[in-house]
Nanobody, 126 residues
Framework: QVQVLESGGGLVQSGGSLRLSCTAS????????MGWFRQAPNKEREFVAA????????GYADSVKGRFTISKHNVEDTVYLQMNSLKPEDTAVYYC???????????????????WGQGTQVTVSS
């Protein structure tokens, strides 16, 4: 049974920073391709960032490029999403997702992921 667990959400002022963490248990963590998605009120869930199993391939939504950084630390069994220069429009529930694919590239489609966390709320005040 694979379990995905996010943490690190909270309330921050515009221009501030937050770091989200995600762990995935059940299999060897290094084998997971990981992704972050978010869903704002009354909007569809959207891609934020993703990383390949070996951490060498990363991808970002245009709206977060240059502000967010995804990293995968297999020794710690954790993937991080460092979010800087946060804006009110970044307010959403952020979901971590995992899949075991062995792909050397990242996945930006939510349909590629098999396991999802419950989400963590990020609120950016203006």
């Amino acid at each position: 049974q694979v379990q995905v667990l996010e943490s690190g959400g909270g309330l921050v002022q515009s221009g501030g920073s937050l770091r989200l963490s995600c762990t995935a248990s059940g299999r060897t963590f290094s084998s997971y391709n990981m992704g972050w998605f978010r869903q704002a009120p009354n909007k569809e869930r959207e891609f934020v960032a993703a990383i390949s199993w070996n951490g060498r391939s990363t991808g970002y939504a245009d709206s977060v490029k240059g502000r967010f950084t995804i990293s995968k630390h297999n020794v710690e069994d954790t993937v991080y999403l460092q979010m800087n220069s946060l804006k009110p429009e970044d307010t959403a529930v952020y979901y971590c997702a995992a899949t075991i694919s062995g792909s050397y590239t990242y996945y930006s489609s939510e349909h590629e992921y098999d396991y999802w966390g419950q989400g963590t709320q990020v609120t950016v005040s203006s």
